[in-house]
């Protein structure tokens, strides 16, 4: 009777040993391809991201929106217009000079217009150029160090029943959180490229208030968002960064637990961080 136990418990002690051993590669190979995407992602201009998405973007700029922003630029300058002639004492005091201004104003706002695809995607040029430099300055892989994973059986074989199901549901729960930290990552880094094409989309509006000076806050203050969606990029690289100095202070060894609890601990900082980067960014930028 003891016998059959006996094998019974090394079946199950087998078992368990095999599940484990599955669990931690799968676990460590999600970690290394979830922060590896997130600079591939981040390092990929709008153009490039999505190139379907980016044509209808771009149509839908053109023939919807830039006919609304030209309204928006003719009443501004019609304005602008007449609050120099107020300002001249109802040209009691003519001066030739405030018509050409007035020209020049209007020729820069149209120029701003037709040309606002251009500018904005300057932008983010301008912006990935910094984090594609900045990816390649970031000392350190982000890969967490799985070469202990070959002598980890013997240190699992050497365990107790008990501590090898206490380990297994803890690597569950581990694996579990990895996966759910995954898709955040991916509504963070996916996200922020949505909300750079929905800012867009929408860029010959902004535009078009640069012809008077009070409403000229409008275009500055989209301007500022843009450059803050640029180089939010950069903020998750760096965040990226600081991840793989962290991580690589994780030696998997005989402490199992608190090696998988480490690398748990630290993917959740770097969701947190990756959530603040946004934030952060518009405050550098004081854009609201």
């Known amino acids: 009777m003891d016998s059959v136990l006996e094998q019974i418990g090394e079946w199950l002690k087998e078992l368990l040993v095999s599940a484990i051993m599955n669990?931690?590669?799968?676990?460590?190979?999600?970690?290394?391809?979830?922060?590896?995407?997130?600079?591939?992602?981040?390092?990929?201009?709008?153009?490039?991201?999505?190139p379907g998405v980016?044509?209808?973007?771009?149509?839908?700029?053109?023939?919807?929106?830039?006919?609304?922003?030209?309204?928006?630029?003719?009443?501004?300058?019609?304005?602008?217009?007449?609050?120099?002639?107020?300002?001249?004492?109802?040209?009691?005091?003519?001066?030739t000079w405030i018509f050409f201004k007035w020209v020049f104003k209007t020729f820069v706002?149209?120029?701003?217009?037709?040309?606002?695809?251009?500018?904005?995607?300057a932008v983010f040029d301008v912006s990935q150029h910094v984090i594609n430099n900045a990816g390649g300055l970031i000392a350190g892989s982000t890969a967490v160090d799985t070469s202990a994973l070959e002598t980890m059986?013997?240190?699992?074989?050497?365990?107790?029943?008990?501590?090898?199901?206490?380990?297994?549901m803890q690597c569950m729960v581990v694996q579990f959180t990895i996966k759910a930290l995954s898709v955040l990552i991916?509504?963070?880094?996916?996200?922020?490229?949505?909300?750079?094409?929905?800012?867009t989309s929408m860029a010959p509006i902004p535009f078009s208030?640069?012809?008077?000076?009070?409403?000229?806050?409008?275009?500055?203050?989209?301007?500022?968002?843009?450059?803050?969606?640029?180089?939010?990029?950069?903020?998750?690289?760096?965040?990226?960064?600081?991840?793989a100095v962290l991580i690589q202070s994780i030696s998997v060894s005989d402490d199992i637990i608190g090696s998988i609890w480490?690398?748990?601990?630290?993917?959740?900082?770097?969701?947190?961080?990756?959530?603040k980067t946004g934030a952060l960014a518009k405050s550098v930028f004081s854009a609201h």
């Open 262 to 275: 480490g690398i748990l601990g630290y993917t959740v900082l770097l969701c947190f961080t990756l959530f």
């Open 186 to 199: 991916f509504v963070i880094v996916y996200g922020r490229m949505i909300e750079i094409y929905l800012m």
């Open 209 to 243: 208030t640069f012809g008077n000076r009070e409403q000229s806050m409008v275009g500055q203050n989209y301007l500022r968002s843009l450059f803050a969606l640029g180089f939010q990029g950069f903020l998750i690289m760096i965040c990226v960064g600081i991840y």
């Open 54 to 95: 980016f044509a209808m973007i771009r149509n839908v700029s053109e023939s919807v929106i830039i006919p609304i922003a030209g309204l928006i630029l003719t009443f501004i300058a019609c304005y602008e217009l007449i609050q120099m002639i107020i300002d001249h004492n109802n040209l009691a005091s003519f001066k």
């Open 109 to 121: 706002a149209v120029t701003l217009i037709t040309n606002t695809f251009n500018i904005v995607m």
């Open 153 to 168: 059986q013997d240190t699992l074989e050497a365990m107790e029943l008990g501590s090898l199901f206490g380990l297994f």
């Open 23 to 50: 669990q931690l590669t799968g676990l460590f190979d999600s970690v290394n391809t979830q922060v590896g995407d997130i600079a591939a992602q981040v390092g990929t201009t709008p153009a490039n991201f999505s």
